[in-house]
């Protein structure tokens, strides 16, 4: 049965990528994304992993459940993102 067939092969795909996770277990990879101020254009914090950085003490502000921009209140959008590697 086709059904049966592509099961099969999805159960070795996952075999596969949960083999190279292990190889991969002394490398740590953390996602940062740059969090800039829609109205003002601040940079106003790093987003890594999850965990947020201002870029200073007073350049973001809680409003809320939301961040938002320290110096004028502004929504935060994704600006630069990447990915920083850590050898553990
Ligand atoms: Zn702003």
Excluded: Y
């Amino acid at each position: 049965m086709p059904d049966c067939q592509s099961e099969d092969a999805g159960a070795t795909l996952t075999g596969m990528s949960t083999k190279l996770i292990e190889r991969g277990a002394r490398i740590r990879r953390t996602k940062w994304v740059e969090l800039s101020c829609l109205l003002c254009g601040e940079a106003a914090a790093t987003l890594e992993g999850s965990t947020l950085r201002p870029r200073t003490p007073t350049s973001v502000r809680v409003n809320g459940a939301r961040v938002v921009c320290g110096r004028c209140g502004g929504s935060l959008s994704p600006a630069d993102q990447g990915e920083r590697v850590h050898f553990v």
